[in-house]
């Protein structure tokens, strides 16, 4: 992959997998709640939530499941089991820290946050790493008409910092952000935080894929 460094002046990222190492405690939120239905899972049978914003995420949590609960309930329930967790467990990708500082600060590029997640839950990160050292341009689920898939949020982000999408990075890693991310037409890189190489290449084959950020940062020497 070569990009022309006179093009790429944005870089956006998902954060949930890619910034931050905090899919599997989504997961292990869903286990406590389902537990506390009598419901015993594997994380295998969570996959398919990953990347999903709350939207699309509690009415087929609730249908797979069988459960009965309303989604306010249930939100509160799993909202309050994972912020417990993120107090202690939160912590960045391996390599993203480095990689930020590195290729990113100080280089000129305008940088955003894009996620599907709520600006409730946004707001406890906050509290428990230092996620604001690295963004100032913050967009979530609560601020789009549409959550990703659709890429209305990539498109948001981009018209925010009067961006144009060939002129824009977008690093990705569940099956949701990386639809979402091509359909706004921007260069995408997916890293195999919650899909494998093969995973990603059958969502595009143009996807340039990373096993890690020094493989990104391979890339962004160019740049």
Do not use: W
Not at 171 to 189: F, H, P, Q, Y
């Amino acid at each position: 992959m070569t990009f022309n460094s006179n093009k790429i002046k944005g870089v956006l990222f998902d954060m949930d997998g890619t910034v931050l190492d905090s899919e599997h405690l989504f997961e292990k939120a869903q286990i406590k709640l389902l537990k506390k239905f009598q419901i015993d899972v594997s994380r295998l049978e969570l996959l398919e939530f990953k990347g999903m914003s709350y939207k699309d995420f509690y009415p087929r949590f609730i249908s797979k499941f069988n459960l009965n609960q309303d989604i306010d309930y249930l939100r509160n329930m799993l909202r309050n089991f994972l912020h417990k967790t993120m107090e202690t467990e939160l912590k960045f990708i391996d390599g993203f820290e480095n990689f930020f500082k590195t290729r990113i600060i100080n280089k000129g590029f305008k940088i955003g946050l894009v996620t599907n997640t709520t600006r409730l839950s946004y707001s406890k990160i906050q509290t428990c790493i230092n996620i604001d050292d690295y963004f100032d341009y913050v967009l979530t689920v609560n601020e789009v008409p549409k959550p990703k898939p659709s890429p209305a949020p990539y498109l948001h982000a981009m018209q925010n910092l009067k961006l144009n999408y060939f002129e824009t990075i977008i690093l990705e890693d569940s099956k949701t952000g990386l639809i979402s991310a091509k359909n706004s037409n921007a260069k995408v890189i997916g890293l195999t935080t919650s899909l494998n190489y093969n995973e990603i290449k059958e969502i595009d084959k143009n996807i340039n894929v990373c096993k890690s950020y020094n493989e990104v940062d391979e890339y962004f020497q160019h740049i």
